[in-house]
């Protein structure tokens, strides 16, 4: 039987066990995550464990039902997580809400490793209010096979021109050079955009101001419908559909200017049969420019609303994500985006042949110039049907731009 001094020990471990434990659960937090990619899902248990103190609860949401749900969150102070992650080109709408955590002066000392143009995208004002993960820059994947029966050599294609030719030569045998997605929607305005941009093109000042007397948006719309009207080497036809995905199959279309985590995604896991025929190369220089550059079909931004009561935790978990070299290993891997933390890159990871196109993927990421986004979604509808008339032969190249200006200036005030 138990002596009432045995009672008396027993009963202070059990309190101090109850009390060590209340403790510990005090100590401990979690923190909700709305995500669109299940990325996450190999990289949490990694900072769980090297951060025992705090909890992820992730939600995975479809991509614009999550962005959707968090502007509605923003604007009630309430209802949403304490980590959102958002794709880049609609970031700039959410910072102007003024409802994001400015974590500026836990972050500014990052900023030298990070990429230049894209840290850029996550300021308003001189001030920070997310992190980015990843970026999906341009690259062209091609048919080596059918370059190589046309008598082309991609080693000697330096210019846009260059590649123009090859399409003229393609086209002798029943083979057009690439695809253009028309009716356009928002993917075909992001298709025109990749391409813009890598001529260092903008349709937004930094401050959001959409720019006047755009001769180089003229000249660029002008470039992308005489693909097809004047040089015939680009067919067009639907986004993403099993149509779209048979031509490739068949070689209906040589090339793809698309983004790089396409390969990873799209073509190598559609087309398993076309294993070593898929090749990718950087893309090309446009004429007037001295060097060749990219550009970038979208990326992932991690933010934190203000409402949220865990700051500091989710700040932990958002450092993890996308300032170390575990992250963006983690994230190339899984969405085959490329890491915006520069230290990341130099993982040998970034160095590996990919066995499906026989190259190193990341050897093919050119030099980003900067570029804003304003209103992204609105602005892509915007152009979308300027592009829908220019490719119906209703419009001119210089009608479509006026159009684009007045339609931005009434609708969105820029």
Known sequence: MMTSKTRVVFCLVALACMLIGASAAQSSVTITLWNWMKYEESIIPEFEQRHPGIKVQESVLGPWDLHDKFLISLAAGTGGPDVAELVTRRFSSFMETGALTDITDQVKGLANDFMPSIWSMIQSKGRIYGLPMGISPGVIWYREDLFAES????????????????????????????????????????????????????????????????????????????????????????????????????????????????????????????????????????????????????????????????KDAALTFMLYETSTTEGGVSYAKYFGDFPVYVPAQKNPFFKEVNPYFGKCLWDQVLPIPPFYYFDWAETMQILGRQLDELFAGQITAEKAYTNMADEIRNKLGR
């Open 151 to 310: 008598g082309t050599r991609t080693e000697d294609m330096e210019t846009w021109e260059d590649y123009i030719d090859a399409g003229k030569k393609l086209k002798t045998g029943g083979i057009y050079l690439l695809p253009i997605f028309v009716p356009p929607g928002q993917w075909g305005g992001n298709q025109f955009t990749l391409m813009f941009h890598s001529r260092g093109g903008n349709f937004y000042t930094k401050d959001g101001k959409f720019i006047q007397d755009n001769r180089l948006l003229v000249d660029t719309l002008q470039w992308y419908v005489d693909l097809r009207r004047t040089h015939g080497v680009a067919d067009t036809i639907r986004f993403f559909t099993p149509e779209f995905w048979n031509t490739l199959k068949t070689g209906i279309f040589a090339s793809w200017p698309m983004n790089v985590a396409e390969g990873v995604w799209s073509i190598a896991p559609n087309m398993p049969e076309l294993a070593g025929k898929w090749s990718v190369m950087p893309f090309l220089r446009w004429k007037e420019r001295e060097s060749a550059t990219a550009g970038i079909w979208g990326g992932t931004v991690y933010t934190i609303p203000d409402y949220s009561q865990k």
